[in-house]
């Protein structure tokens, strides 16, 4: 059977050939004159990371053609009973829980071992499309999605109060959310974004990144409260959203992945797991296997950005090499401030990347 088609955003079929940054200062321009202007002109903005400004949006940060995306995802979504929802912080492991829980919930169609594996030709966000940047990314790119085969998979990266009331409370949608050390976050989102930029841009200095980011200012941030809305949210409603990290999913992917598919009501039988099936799963969405695939490696997703820089290093740890002593210390601060009594902690496993005298945390 194919992999599920889904409907492509006019940006990418039209943008071929085009550099990203290129083709989202275009729609910047001309959407934002026609549609989106009244609703952005009164919001704060600050210095984007790769596109002049990000705008206060609903509390969280984001650029213009992102706003419009997802007040048309909120104004028009219809949330099914079976409905499944990865949400995550950008740059927290959410290309590598779109592929787990792929086949994970599609195993009965594909079988993870088969040499012809959808995940082995295509990329997991052209399989988990996201609202915002492929379903609802233009004002006229309404789809149809009630004929998707069940259950429907999508990606998101709004923040909890954002979602609309369709897939939070008038359905049983389920809600799986990853998010990742904000020191290993930072990291990625600032290599990607640098590869990502135009060549002809100048790179955004690492400091000048990190300023804004200990502000809170970063793509779907502050990157606390994206993370505390859906952690809440996942005490009060353990069954509604699954809360992982990044590391946990390292530590042990297969303990992870079981606890996926429990939650999600598709547990692995005994029988499927004496045969090796969750194995299977993990080896197909491992790093080493991804990053290799062809797709991996010319593919482009989302607004024509290349698949590789989807694939970096997928380690804990690599902060080490960027941070000096007193971002290690400021971003410390921040977290202890933002995450103090709720219970939310991330363990940065310096132990097993660097002396922590050489970073200079107590
Ligand atoms: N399969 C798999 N296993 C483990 N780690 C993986 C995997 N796929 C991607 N990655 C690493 O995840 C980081 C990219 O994050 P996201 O997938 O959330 O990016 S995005 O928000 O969808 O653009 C990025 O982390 P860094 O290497 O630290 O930059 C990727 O390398």
């Not at 001309?30 to 919001?43: A, D, P, V």
């Not at 592929?99 to 988990?128: C, D, I, M, Q, W």
């Not at 999605?145 to 409370?169: M, Q, Y």
Request: proline letters at 6%.
């Amino acid at each position: 059977m194919a992999p599920t088609q889904f409907p492509k955003s006019k940006t990418s079929d039209d943008g071929i050939g085009k550099e990203a940054n290129e083709i989202e200062l275009e729609i910047e321009e001309e959407q934002l004159s026609q549609e989106c202007k009244k609703l952005i002109l009164n919001l704060p903005r600050e210095k984007g990371w790769r596109t002049p400004y990000l705008y206060l949006y609903q509390g969280f940060w984001c650029q213009p053609t992102e706003i419009l995306a997802i007040s048309t995802f909120q104004k028009h979504f219809q949330a099914k009973d079976t409905d499944v929802l990865i949400a995550t912080v950008p740059k927290s492991g959410t290309t590598w829980l779109k592929a787990l829980t792929f086949a994970t919930l599609k195993r009965n169609y594909y079988s993870p071992a088969s040499g012809n594996h959808p995940l082995l030709e295509s990329n997991p966000h052209n399989l988990v499309p996201f609202f915002e940047y492929t379903l609802y990314s233009t004002k006229e790119n309404v789809p149809d999605l009630s004929d998707l085969s069940e259950p429907r998979i999508f990606g998101t990266h709004v923040p909890f109060a954002s979602l609309p009331n369709s897939i939070v409370k008038d359905t049983k949608t389920k809600i799986v959310y990853i998010c990742r050390n904000p020191f290993d976050t930072f990291v990625s989102s600032w290599f990607f974004t640098n590869k990502i930029k135009p060549a002809s841009s100048p790179e955004l200095p690492i400091e000048e990144a990190f300023d804004l980011y200990c502000k809170g200012v970063v793509g779907y941030g502050p990157f606390w409260d994206h993370m505390l809305g859906y952690w809440k949210e996942s005490i009060e409603r353990p069954n509604k959203v699954l809360f992982l990290k990044y590391e946990d999913l390292k530590e042990d992917v297969n303990l992870q992945l079981k606890r996926v598919a429990m939650f999600l009501d598709c547990p692995f039988t005994l029988e499927e797991e004496n045969c090796g099936v969750v194995e299977s799963i993990v080896k197909l969405c491992s790093f080493e296997n991804m990053k290799e695939l062809e797709v991996n490696k010319k593919g482009t997703f989302g607004r024509n950005f290349e698949n590789k820089f989807l694939f970096r290093k997928g380690e804990i740890g690599d902060w080490v090499n960027y941070f000096t002593p007193s971002m290690v210390e400021k971003l410390t601060k921040v977290m202890e401030e933002k995450f103090c009594g709720s219970g939310l902690s991330f363990r940065l496993h310096l132990d097993s990347v660097v002396s922590k005298a050489e970073t200079g945390i107590k």
